[in-house]
């Protein structure tokens, strides 16, 4: 592994949204495909932005998961999705087959995990391959909505885990 020290947030995201774009070819030249997962909160934001301005991207053979998301209405503004949307999704024509939005809007969040769980086995296989994950960090060190205080008693177990951050914070 290679430790990378940028200048600055704008630099470090250039570089991803290079290595991300980088991944996306070499996927799909050998499978046909580019499988990634991206993380909700800020973190995200500023290289999907300058993900969304490359013109090297396949994105017609690009499958967007969701790493995380929120339990709110479909357009509220603490939803990752809502920020994906508004990140790249805009800027860019991808198909609507090829965002998988957690279906968080559903009364029954044990459905609605078994469902996505399905997506997933769908798009990425048994046990899923995803050729990228981008995992965001927040600024007290949590990542993936995996804020401290949370205790997973069988991670192995666990398809969906529900944290206490309200809405807003």
């Known amino acids: 592994m290679t430790l990378e020290v940028l200048d600055d947030v704008d630099s470090v995201a250039r570089h991803a949204a290079e290595v991300m774009a980088t991944e996306a070819r070499a996927a799909v030249r050998a499978r046909g495909r580019f499988t990634v997962a991206i993380s909700g909160g800020r973190t995200p934001w500023v290289m999907l932005r300058a993900l969304s301005e490359r013109d090297d991207v396949p994105w017609q053979n690009v499958h967007l998961l969701r790493v995380d998301e929120r339990v709110a209405p479909p357009d509220h503004a603490d939803r990752n999705m809502a920020h994906l949307r508004e990140s790249l999704l805009a800027r860019r024509q991808a198909g609507a087959a ?26 990425a296989g048994s046990p899923p391959v995803i050729d990228l994950v981008h995992l965001g960090l927040g600024p007290d060190g949590h990542t993936a909505s995996l804020v401290r205080a949370v205790v997973i008693a069988d991670r192995a177990a666990a398809q969906r885990l529900e944290t206490a951050r309200p809405i807003g914070e």
Do not use: F, G, K
């Open 98 to 123: 090829q965002i998988h939005a957690m279906p968080v809007e559903r009364d029954d969040l044990d459905e609605a995990a078994a469902r996505y769980a399905q997506t997933l086995a769908d798009i």
